[in-house]
C-alpha cells in the first residue's frame, strides 16, 4: 500500500491549491518530487501557498509532507541548532538513526540552507560539521560530529564474532574497568561500527558483564552524551521501538510536543510507520491514532491521523 506525503486539491483556475484532509475524496499525490514537478510547471511555489493559506500546526504537518525527506532533515536540524538553546534530542534522533547515505545527503543540503522555501531563504553557506562544532561542546560535540562524518561500516559482509568479542571487551576497558571514562573510544565502536556487528557486540558485552550495556552507558556517562549513546543502542536494536517510545515522549505529560510529533510521523511514513505503530501499541496499550486523537485537534490531528492510515476518513 502507498503511503502518500501529502495530499492537494487544485482549484478551477489550476493555481488554487488547497490542502487534502479527506484522503478518501481527492486525487492522491504519492511522492514531493511529483508535487514539485508539477507545480513549477504551473509556476506556483507549494511551500508559499501553504503558508498563505494556513498557519499553527496544521501548517507545520503540511509543510513537513511537501518537504522532501532529506531536506526536511536539514531544516529541522538547523531549527535545533539556530533556535534559543540547543535542541540536542532532536540532533541525536536524527543523527543516529539515518544511514550513510542520508547523512550525506543532509550534509549537501544543509549547506545549500534553503529547506524548500522561497520567501525565507537560509543561506548559511556553512557545512554541518561546523555548525555542530560551534553549537555544541565536550564529548557530547564530539560525537555528533562522529555521526556526521557517515563513516559506519556496511552489514554487507554480517557481523564477525571475534571481533564483537574484542569490541565488548574494549568497551568495557574504556568505560567501567577504568577512573574515568575513554569516550574517544566508546565513539569509535559505537560511530563505526555497522548495525549487525553492535548488535553482536551488545550480545557479547551482556554475556562478559552480566548486564545490558545501556547499564553500563547509565553509569558512566550523563547527559546529551548519555543519552546519544542511549539512542545509537536503542535504534540498533529496533528502531521502531526508539521512535515509538520518542512518541510517546512528545505526547507525555502537560501540552504535546508538535515539532517531535510531525516529524517522526512524516520522516517515518515511508519507511517503517506500519511498524512503529505495532511497536507503540504493545509498549503503551493503546493506539497510535488514539493517542493523537486525545492530544491534538481540528484539521492537524485530521491530517496526522491520514499519514498514519490514508484510508482514514
Known sequence: MTTPRAWLLTGKDGLQMRVKLDPGTFPQIARPRQVSQTLAQL??????????????????????????????????????????GTDETTLVEILTTRTNAEINEIKKRYKEGKYGYTTERMKFGCDLEDDLQSDTSGYFSRLM??????????????ADEHKAEEDAKRFFEA????????????????CLRSPGQLKKMFERFEHLTGHPIEESIKSECSGSLQEGYLAIVESVKSKPRYFARRLNESMAGIGTNDNDLIRIIVSRSEIDLEDIKKEFARLYGKSLAEAITSECSGDYKKMLLSVLDPSHN
Not at 175 to 190: C, D, F, K, Q, Y
Open 145 to 158: 560530529v562522529s555521526l556526521c562524518a557517515a563513516g559506519r561500516q556496511s552489514d554487507d559482509w554480517g
Open 43 to 84: 509556476s506556483v511555489d507549494l511551500i508559499d501557498d501553504l503558508k498563505s493559506e494556513l498557519g499553527g500546526d496544521l501548517e507545520e504537518v503540511c509543510i513537513a509532507l511537501m518537504t522532501p525527506p532529506r531536506t526536511f532533515d536539514a531544516r529541522q536540524i538547523n531549527k535545533a541548532i539556530k533556535g534559543i
Open 175 to 190: 568505560g567501567e574497568a577504568r577512573w574515568g571514562t575513554e569516550e574517544a573510544e566508546l565513539n569509535a565502536i559505537l
